[in-house]
């Protein structure tokens, strides 16, 4: 396959399967804030513990990239997209036979996390490998899948959970997820690039430049905030005397909202540099949580509060992969954004149990929402240091032994 094959309907093929992918993967995860108190309630369990159970899933799906991006540059994204699939569907399944919370900790943390880590990093560096000219808005298109992935799944396990219980909810997951995936896993293709050198040498050149370290850290402390966000709104707008079903569409209201930042701000890439839109989202998320802060059972609050964090969110996720070609190149995008997401997983882990346990201690949602706020300060902060562009500055070798800078 030639460069004739760049920024082709074959790319767009592979960005539709992409989305498809992504969505079904993230709105999947993103669910557990729906199933979060009928979980903890069953299973007799407290909010940290519970939390924990999201946390996991967070950092192999996030983390695993870091082994399944570069296993993407070598063989290609679609048998670990396959496989994935059938983890996913095979951890949705088991969980709604769990009798214990440490289970779930194996059955969703592990399956669903480690399956879904299959198969997104594989995905995001497929869309940008298939583009040039538009890399930016092709993975901005496959990161929109995540907002509509949400809108969608959350409202529809908050109707399965009222309408059926918590167990069978997750198998009617189980069973959509395996569908629509191995869809997305037969279309999706290897990108027509050359081949990245050694997975391990390429990671830890560009581990090794300091714009790299300030983009991980900050993308860690994002997550932090915004998975506090995820895993407990619903819970805690519920405490504050709002529906169930409001509260639930809450976190559909953030999905969908970042489909604006995913595709208005990557149109915006052309424009202005990426590193510029992606410190304005991380400028965005502590206005954000300032909201939520002072809101309480107030639901127009709480909805401003959504739609800023999902353009925030939207922004950053689909803006990470742009900013990352631009400053260290297309060659191993599949390793550098593993270690990229490998920050999002540490994030999940860290922020959602946190949050959880601070909430049962203060006995309250300010506590774990003022911890999410300062933050994301600090990651807005941390970003300021991260240059534009690369050259000089950030010398990354495309091969072994050439300089690091």
Known sequence: MTNAAL????????VAAGALASGTAFGTVYTFGAFF????????????????????????????????????????????????????????????????????????????????????TPLYAAAGGWFVRRRALAVGVVA?????????????????????????????????????????GAIVARPPIPAAPPALERMRAVAGVAAFRRLFLTGMLFSISLFIAFGFVV??????????????????????????GRLGL?????????????????????????????AGGTYPLL???ALLLGVAYGGFVALGPEAAAVLFGVVGLGGVMGLMFLGA??????????????????SGSTVPIALALGVAVVAFVLSLGIPVRGGDALVVPAGPGAPVG
């Open 144 to 184: 929109t899948g995540n907002g509509l992935g949400t809108l969608v799944l959350v409202p529809l396990a908050e109707r399965l959970i009222a309408d059926h219980g918590w167990r069978t909810a997750y198998l009617v997951l189980a069973a959509l997820d395996l569908a629509l995936l191995t869809v997305a």
């Open 235 to 260: 819970d805690f707008a519920t405490a504050e005397g709002v529906s169930s079903s409001r509260a639930a569409l809450l976190v559909g209201i953030i999905g969908a909202s970042s489909v604006v």
């Open 345 to 362: 997983g540490l994030g999940g882990l860290v922020g959602p149990p946190l949050a959880g346990w601070l909430a049962d201690t203060s």
């Open 37 to 120: 108190d009928a979980m903890a309630d069953d299973l007799d369990a407290g909010r940290g513990s519970t939390a924990l159970v999201f946390g996991v899933t967070l950092l192999l799906f996030f983390g695993f990239g870091a082994v399944s991006g570069p296993l993407a540059d070598r063989y290609g994204p679609r048998r670990l997209v396959l496989g994935g699939a059938l983890l996913v569907s095979v951890g949705l399944a088991l969980t709604s036979r769990v009798d214990a919370v440490a289970a779930g900790y194996l059955t969703y943390g592990v399956g669903v996390g480690l399956g879904g880590g299959m198969i997104i």
């Open 7 to 14: 920024d082709s309907r074959r790319g767009w093929a592979v």
């Open 303 to 305: 909805v401003c509060f």
């Open 266 to 294: 990557t149109v915006l890439s052309g424009k202005v540099p990426a590193v510029r839109l992606l410190q304005g989202c991380l400028a965005a998320q502590p206005l954000a949580f300032g909201v939520w802060l002072v």
